[in-house]
């Protein structure tokens, strides 16, 4: 019994990022974008919590309470009226960050990070499902925000090269 529990728990751990050999599924995935915008232009647009809708077409609203930082809480609506919390779970200033919505018996990881290169921004968006349900939101939730998020990081360069 002890054995099972530890295993649990250890899956239920947020995974390191996408790895090199890893393909896109619905449970995780993940989309790049190049930008002549600095990376400046892209962090304030990624922590401007109340503006999220505007960029993100799957978002009807979202609220932060106080500053984004580590353990940042706040919430997002859907456009189907869901709403769900939120939490920072991990931040590097100017760089990436991660937040985490708790669903049953899982969870949904979202990180945004961005490098440099040659004066191009590079900024991606990683998406994942963790925990016993994972398999379940995946197969629910996965196609759709799979499909939304190409145009979402689109909407996000445009912004930004504003």
């Known amino acids: 019994m002890r054995n099972t529990v530890i295993c ?3 899956f239920m751990l947020p995974s390191a990022g996408k790895g090199q050999n890893d393909e896109p599924s619905n449970k995780h995935f993940w989309n ?3 930008t002549t915008a600095s990376p400046e232009q892209i962090w304030s647009i990624w922590i401007d919590v109340a503006n999220w809708k505007s960029w993100d077409t799957g ?3 979202a609220e932060i309470e106080g500053a984004f930082e580590p353990k940042a809480k706040g919430h997002i ?4 009226n ?3 919390k939120f939490k920072v779970v991990a931040y590097t200033e100017g ?3 991660t937040f985490k919505t708790n669903l049953p018996l899982g969870a949904l990881y979202v990180r945004r990070y961005l490098t440099v290169e040659d004066d191009t921004t590079i900024f991606t968006h990683e998406v994942w499902f963790k925990g016993i349900t994972a398999g379940l939101f995946a197969k629910q939730f996965g196609p759709k925000f799979r499909a939304l998020l190409p145009e979402v990081m689109e909407n996000i360069k445009s912004i930004a090269e504003k």
């Open 77 to 80: 609506i859907s456009l189907e």
């Open 8 to 10: 649990l728990a250890l």
């Open 32 to 34: 790049t974008v190049k």
């Open 82 to 84: 869901r709403k769900s």
């Open 59 to 61: 978002l009807k609203d």
């Open 95 to 97: 760089q990436s960050y």
